[in-house]
């Protein structure tokens, strides 16, 4: 588009010169390609100041970029990785599986915005204050917790927080028998929608409610086959294949189950263990 006016500009000057040197004032030769040459400039300048104003990037610059970030989503939320209280401290398997299943059960209700997975575990162990999360993570609302398991005994607390204000929204504890897990998490995604208002959508509930693992048992080697595989180590992708077999002879064929296994598949490829010719598959 700015090259036809320029164009359009020199063969002007290229007519004005030869009219002029027919009129016997070649001396004016080079003073009509200045003229034309900064008339072109300044045309190509005009224009391209014009252009950059009406252009969408241009328009969203006239912005106050520091004020976007600023906007949180009212319903935005991150669950941080539940802590292990247990008295061993060898739960973290468990604590994982507790934190992963409460990000999926608020993650069917549409008008809640949930941190993923991946990126909620990276503040495990972390010396950031919740506010200093909350601004890493742009969301509205945090939510921690801790489990203490011993035996067949489980206590679960959770802590629902508004980080601009660093004060608790919703607190509760839950203590009750292994066998009560499901209802447990539950409960604890319930009373996070509650006390954040959230409206719930036809069947969202129910799709929350669901157990693609109805056995504790199986259940159980389901999350601790999750947290070796998630190590990413040869070492436990070779450990979660033998844990997830042993939930089929707990309760058979198991979409979960087989989900598990060609997960064990991509990470093999993605850890850079084995090629995709070499691999195993564990189906």
Request: hydrophobic content about 45%; overall charge neutral; some cysteine.
């Amino acid at each position: 588009m700015l090259i036809v006016p320029l164009v359009a500009l020199v063969a002007l000057a290229i007519d004005l010169n030869l009219i002029f040197q027919i009129m016997g004032f070649p001396g004016k030769k080079l003073l009509i390609g200045i003229i034309a040459l900064c008339i072109g400039i300044a045309w190509i300048i005009f224009r391209s100041l014009q252009w950059a104003t009406n252009t969408p990037d241009a328009a969203a610059k006239k912005l106050d970029i520091s004020k976007l970030a600023e906007i949180k989503p009212e319903k935005f939320i991150v669950v941080l990785p539940f802590a292990d209280l247990s008295p061993q401290k060898d739960e973290e398997y468990f604590c994982d599986g507790m934190t992963e299943e409460i990000i999926s059960h608020l993650s069917h209700v549409r008008d809640l915005l949930v941190i993923s997975r991946s990126s909620a575990m990276t503040f495990r162990g972390t010396k950031k204050t919740i506010p200093e999360i909350a601004r890493a993570v742009n969301v509205r609302y945090v939510l921690k917790g801790s489990v203490r398991k011993a035996g067949n005994s489980l206590r679960i607390a959770a802590q629902l927080i508004d980080p601009s204000t660093d004060a608790h929204l919703w607190a509760e504890k839950y203590s009750g028998p292994l066998d009560d897990v499901f209802d447990i998490q539950e409960k604890v995604s319930s009373s996070i929608v509650d006390a954040l208002k959230v409206k719930l959508q036809p069947g969202e509930k129910q799709r929350r409610m669901d157990r693609p693992i109805e056995n504790v048992a199986a259940y159980d080697l389901h999350i601790r086959a999750c947290h070796e595989i998630w190590r990413g180590t040869e070492q436990g992708l070779e450990t979660a294949p033998r844990l997830i077999e042993k939930g089929f002879d707990v309760v058979g064929d198991n979409e979960i189950l087989y989900a598990d296994m060609g997960l064990i598949n991509i990470m093999y490829i993605d850890a850079g263990i084995k090629s995709a010719q070499s691999i195993k598959l564990f189906l």
